[in-house]
């Protein structure tokens, strides 16, 4: 698309903002009949517990079967795919917001996560993956003699 | 583009729906992971149904921040051919499924030639 605003301004900025936001809408609408090669993006946290990390990913309508964690060499991926049920695909959609696909996220542990002991739990669409800290990395509270 | 920068960092939480109409009724479906059962409300009044709950999430101490919680409330207005009084609906795997039969009187029928 050629461009009548210079690149830089204001106005040209909002505009490229809102042709993609434009593409996005109209590619989520694409959705559910065309499921192949689209990804989507979980939202995931990571909060600093004083002994653990704990990450928490946001799945709705996946099975634990439809998820895989993968350890290697300290970065932690979580992968997966949401399929949407082959009965529901014949019916009419009046309206249709969630996205469904495949989707891949990758994170470098920090150094202090004892990998060994790293557990995952899925409940409620919601994974929670607990990374406790080696023992060095500990918060410890240090006497005054 | 400041207005559009802005809505991506306040954002408020707005479940994604669904909503799919079959020969015997329609499906709502909301994603909205890690509820409690007991905090989602769904009533109908007339040829309205609303629904609401509170998605509550860890916000302390967070290195990494993408998840968002809060309050919502959406409403759907009901076509006339739905039976709100049967209204059934489940929360699995931080899905809500909100079935809406139709009235038996306006279903598809199949009509047999004599």
């Given at each position: 698309?050629?461009?009548?605003?210079?690149?830089?301004?204001?106005?040209?900025?909002?505009l490229?903002?809102?042709?993609?936001?434009?593409?996005?809408v109209?590619r989520?609408?694409?959705?559910?009949?065309?499921p192949d090669?689209?990804?989507?993006?979980?939202?995931?946290?990571?909060?600093d517990?004083?002994?653990?990390?704990?990450?928490?990913a946001?799945?709705?309508?996946?099975?634990?079967s439809?998820i895989r964690?993968?350890?290697q060499?300290?970065?932690?991926?979580i992968e997966?795919?949401?399929?949407?049920?082959?009965?529901?695909?014949?019916?009419?959609?009046?309206h249709?917001?969630?996205?469904?696909?495949k989707?891949?996220r990758?994170?470098?542990?920090?150094?202090?996560?004892?990998?060994?002991?790293?557990?995952?739990?899925?409940k409620?669409g919601?994974?929670?993956?607990t990374?406790?800290?080696?023992e060095?990395a500990k918060?410890?509270?240090?006497?005054?003699? | 583009?400041n207005?559009?920068?802005?809505r991506?960092?306040?954002?408020?939480f707005?479940p994604?729906?669904?909503?799919?109409?079959?020969?015997?009724g329609?499906?709502?479906t909301?994603e909205?992971?890690g509820?409690?059962?007991?905090d989602?409300?769904i009533?109908?009044?007339?040829?309205?149904?609303m629904?609401?709950?509170?998605?509550?999430i860890?916000?302390?101490?967070?290195?990494?921040?993408?998840?968002?919680g809060?309050?919502?409330?959406r409403?759907?207005?009901?076509p006339?051919?739905?039976e709100?009084?049967k209204?059934?609906a489940?929360?699995?795997?931080?899905?809500?499924?909100?079935?809406?039969?139709?009235?038996?009187?306006?279903k598809?029928?199949?009509?047999t030639i004599?």
């Amino acid at each position: 698309m050629k461009s009548l605003i210079k690149h830089g301004s204001r106005l040209g900025w909002a505009l490229h903002d809102l042709r993609d936001e434009f593409e996005r809408v109209f590619r989520d609408l694409e959705g559910p009949f065309d499921p192949d090669g689209r990804t989507w993006s979980p939202p995931i946290d990571i909060v600093d517990k004083d002994d653990k990390l704990v990450l928490t990913a946001e799945l709705p309508g996946l099975q634990k079967s439809d998820i895989r964690i993968d350890l290697q060499d300290n970065v932690l991926t979580i992968e997966g795919e949401k399929q949407y049920k082959s009965e529901e695909n014949k019916s009419n959609y009046y309206h249709c917001e969630r996205v469904y696909g495949k989707f891949s996220r990758s994170f470098t542990l920090p150094r202090k996560v004892d990998s060994a002991g790293i557990m995952a739990e899925f409940k409620d669409g919601v994974l929670t993956i607990t990374m406790p800290k080696t023992e060095d990395a500990k918060p410890r509270q240090i006497e005054i003699k | 583009m400041n207005a559009i920068s802005a809505r991506k960092t306040d954002m408020i939480f707005i479940p994604p729906t669904e909503i799919i109409e079959s020969r015997d009724g329609y499906t709502i479906t909301m994603e909205i992971p890690g509820l409690d059962k007991a905090d989602i409300r769904i009533w109908s009044e007339n040829n309205k149904l609303m629904v609401t709950a509170e998605k509550k999430i860890d916000t302390e101490g967070r290195l990494y921040a993408e998840r968002i919680g809060g309050k919502f409330a959406r409403w759907f207005v009901l076509p006339e051919d739905c039976e709100a009084a049967k209204v059934e609906a489940e929360y699995v795997d931080g899905v809500i499924r909100i079935v809406i039969p139709k009235s038996e009187k306006s279903k598809a029928k199949t009509i047999t030639i004599k």
